[in-house]
């Protein structure tokens, strides 16, 4: 009881929050930090889904391969990543292991969304005379749109849970707050930096569950 109360206090300081230390200024940067590499990892992993998820060809090995990185821990590939040249890019080996970390669910939901759409309504699509471009987007995209963004809020929540290793690198983010606790030795500034990732994480979380359930509702055409 004792430690939840000196966390308490800790978070109700004001002056924790303010400066380049301050947890606002942290928050600021796990939150670039995960929106960069969430954009970087959308950009690699969903063309390649809705590719093979259209062509219905290749899929299957692309995805299993992707979800090899899933056996390499984060902080692992992080660590290798600092012992080469990518080491001396300042953020470049956290955004590369988080951006690793994130592609494999992606990659997943979005390839199973774009195979999950009804095959008669492609073939009708297609009856209509649509090109394959246009089967792309104009029916095979909007169908797969609830698990696509169901990948890309599994990606995000997990991004801003990992994002923390940051601070292991010398990067910033929230992680930091949590290093500093502990070579404080101070208990209450880890539980409280921990306690502000959880509810960052849960944020995100429930901003992308209105989203899937706005895009869900859409599809079925609800009013």
């Known amino acids: 009881m004792k430690t939840l109360d000196d966390t308490w206090n800790w978070l109700a300081d004001s002056a924790h929050w303010a400066g380049d230390d301050g947890i606002w200024h942290r928050l600021a940067q796990h939150l670039v930090l995960t929106v960069a590499c969430l954009v970087v990892s ?19 090995l692309a995805v299993n391969i992707s979800n090899v ?4 821990p984060t902080f692992a590939v992080l660590v290798l990543l600092l012992l080469t040249p990518v080491g001396a890019w300042g953020e470049g080996p956290t955004v590369v292991a988080l951006v690793l970390f994130a592609v494999p ?5 979005a390839y199973v969304g774009m195979r999950e759409v009804d095959r008669d309504v492609v073939r009708a699509a297609r009856g209509m005379g649509m090109t394959g ?4 987007f104009r029916v095979e995209l909007p169908l797969s749109l609830p698990l696509v963004l169901n990948g ?5 929540v997990q991004l801003v849970a990992t994002a923390t290793i940051a601070a292991l690198a010398g990067g910033g983010g929230l992680g930091r707050i949590i290093t500093a606790g502990f070579n404080l030795a101070s208990t209450p500034q880890v539980v409280a930096g921990a306690l502000l990732v959880a509810g960052f994480a849960l944020i995100v979380e429930g901003i992308f569950e209105t989203v899937e359930r706005l895009a869900l509702r859409r599809t079925r055409g609800a009013p």
């Open 133 to 136: 471009r246009q089967t792309l």
């Open 152 to 156: 890309v809020r599994i990606a995000a």
């Open 105 to 109: 669910p992606l990659l997943t939901n």
């Open 69 to 72: 990185g899933r056996a390499v």
């Open 42 to 60: 959308c950009l690699i992993a969903l063309p390649v889904a809705f590719v093979l998820g259209h062509i219905g060809k290749g899929g299957v």
